[in-house]
């Protein structure tokens, strides 16, 4: 999916534990996003990093973390999780900043999480 | 009011036929706009974008703006079974750098 990467794609956790889900894009995209999607609830916007060295939370960042490690790197850490985070999350990145004509934003292929 | 809204179907047409689907917004200052087609299990991925007012067609897809009536929509020509997923409306701020997204339109092509 056009060079976004995600890692792990499958997940189970216990209510209370960690975790941390990594992205990568080997794009040289400036911007990137952390997107949980939900049944009837659509795509969602936990945190975005419009370039390297800045990250601002979206709709949803309650519960989260993140960290723009590089330009290439977008970490996003549940400290605590919740069953009400048990959600499909899609890391995505685009070219710059304001998505101006022409840009979008790619997807990676998607972590399915699960918190018991 | 949510910021982009779509009908969440199904919708059903026959093999062949034109489908229709349809997206409203309540942000006037939105700027581009965007569908995106998302299998089950996958991600989505980007079909159309638009900008300005008026149709935009490529292949089989056209995508129509109408930003006096806050309306985006994406009319699929000669649909095809292949073409049944979930289409996603997105919208983007002028000046904006992230997108917001509809909840989507499940489309069911039937033989």
């Known amino acids: 999916n056009a060079g976004v990467t995600q890692t792990p794609k499958f997940q189970v956790l216990k209510t209370g534990q960690s975790m941390t889900l990594q992205c990568a894009q080997d794009m040289n995209h400036n911007s990137m996003y952390w997107y949980r999607q939900d049944p009837g609830m659509g795509l969602r916007l936990i945190y975005y990093?419009?370039?390297?060295?800045?990250?601002d939370k979206g709709e949803v960042p309650n519960g989260y973390n993140v960290s723009r490690l590089n330009k290439r790197e977008f970490s996003l850490r549940l400290e605590s999780a919740a069953p009400s985070q048990t959600s499909v999350y899609f890391c995505?990145?685009?070219?710059?900043?304001?998505?101006?004509?022409?840009?979008?934003?790619?997807f990676g292929e998607g972590s399915w999480l699960t918190v018991v | 009011q949510k910021e982009v809204e779509q009908n969440s179907g199904p919708l059903s047409v026959p093999e062949g036929a034109i489908a229709s689907l349809n997206c409203t917004y309540s942000d006037r200052v939105s700027q581009s706009f965007f569908w995106y087609r998302q299998y089950s299990g996958k991600s989505p991925e980007l079909i159309m974008s638009?900008?300005?007012?008026g149709d935009k067609e490529d292949g089989r897809f056209t995508a129509q703006l109408n930003k006096a009536s806050q309306y985006v929509s994406l009319l699929i020509r000669d649909s095809q079974p292949s073409d049944s997923a979930t289409y996603l409306c997105?919208?983007?701020?002028?000046?904006?750098?992230?997108?917001?997204f509809g909840t989507g339109t499940q489309l069911k092509v039937e033989l």
């Open positions: 638009i900008y300005s007012n």
């Open positions: 997105a919208v983007n701020k002028r000046g904006g750098n992230k997108l917001t």
């Open positions: 995505a990145s685009s070219e710059m900043a304001g998505l101006a004509l022409g840009n979008t934003i790619y």
């Open positions: 990093s419009a370039s390297e060295g800045t990250t």
